[in-house]
Nanobody
């Protein structure tokens, strides 16, 4: 059974950085596309970044040039490096296996809160 656990969130000032990590448990991690998503109260969860099994990446326009997604198939982890953070990046961040288009396979962890505030 596939499970994910997100970590690394916290409080950071505007312009700062955070690195989120997602630990995947289950088989065949290297065959899954993985996505990072975020959600704020009252809004739908949105795709932030996506990485294919072949490591091709794509990003939401709002985070391009600031966020970087990466994966370590030896450790079954996916990271999201977030730089130049803005208050509008404040959200609960989740990772999930996804399809090739970035649609989640609906396997969620508890999420990790990111708050960008001075």
């Amino acid at each position: 059974q596939v499970q994910v656990v997100e970590s690394g969130g916290g409080l950071v000032q505007p312009g700062g950085s955070l690195r989120l990590s997602c630990a995947f448990s289950g088989n065949f991690f290297s065959l899954y596309a993985m996505g990072w998503y975020r959600q704020v109260p009252g809004k739908a969860r949105e795709l932030v970044a996506h990485i294919a099994p072949g490591r091709m990446t794509k990003y939401a326009d709002s985070v391009k040039g600031r966020f970087t997604i990466s994966r370590d198939n030896a450790k079954n982890t996916v990271a999201l490096q977030m730089d130049s953070l803005k208050p509008e990046d404040t959200a609960v961040y989740y990772c999930s296996p996804s399809d090739q288009n970035g649609s989640s396979l609906e396997i969620w962890g508890q999420g990790t809160q990111v708050t960008v505030s001075s």
